[in-house]
């Protein structure tokens, strides 16, 4: 009975593997990235400002919900949470999208680099939807995040040269010890960055 439990806990954290195995389709709903091609910066930027989670229409509904929860069991474990929702984008999610972006475009000799406004270009990454995922030890579910990702001139933001997509890209640890929310959701920005870079990798000359 036991070796059949620890088979299942096995099996169910294989299951929540983000594997490149799982093609990551990414959608280019319009324009043209060539414009990229033979640049060696581009700035990058991101946006938070409009997401919805799991079932919540909104960010603030969320945050105002599983905060109050946590603050109810515990006084200021809520507040806790909260803080360190918001400082995982520049701790956890940023670093990780660029570093797989980067490492993907390294013989493109391309690197996307934030406070670059002398670049002719701004990659500008919007977080559009998050499922946060759950790890309860016996089962777990993945992360998963939706982006839209624009291509628009640093000098003039409002001249979009291409608008990109990626959907449900699933964000876990191997071996299922992503316990932390911040883990899981950092991993989806690190697939992200990787799935972007692999497309832009052969659309560039």
Request: no cysteine; aromatic share 12%.
């Amino acid at each position: 009975m036991k070796n059949f439990i620890y088979a299942s806990m096995l099996t169910v954290a294989a299951l929540g593997v983000n594997d490149d195995s799982f093609a990551q389709r990414v959608d280019l709903r319009s324009g043209d990235v060539s414009a990229l091609s033979g640049q060696k910066t581009v700035n990058i930027e991101y946006d938070y400002s409009s997401f919805g989670v799991g079932k919540f229409a909104t960010e603030q509904e969320y945050l105002d919900k599983k905060s109050a929860e946590y603050n109810s069991k515990e006084a200021g474990k809520g507040d806790t949470w909260k803080k360190a929702w918001v400082e995982d984008r520049k701790a956890r999610f940023e670093p990780k999208f660029e570093e797989l972006f980067n490492k993907g475009l390294g013989d493109k000799g391309l690197q996307a680099i934030q406070g670059r406004p002398d670049a002719a270009y701004t990659l500008i990454v919007r977080t559009k939807f998050i499922e946060p995922g759950f790890n309860v030890g016996v089962m777990r579910k993945n992360a998963y995040v939706d982006y839209e990702v624009d291509l628009v001139e640093s000098t003039n933001k409002s001249a979009k040269v291409a608008e990109i997509a990626m959907r449900n890209v699933p964000g876990g640890q191997f071996g299922g010890f992503d316990f932390d929310t911040g883990v899981r959701i950092a991993e989806s920005y690190a697939k992200a960055g990787k799935s972007l870079a692999a497309f832009l990798d052969k659309k560039l000359k």
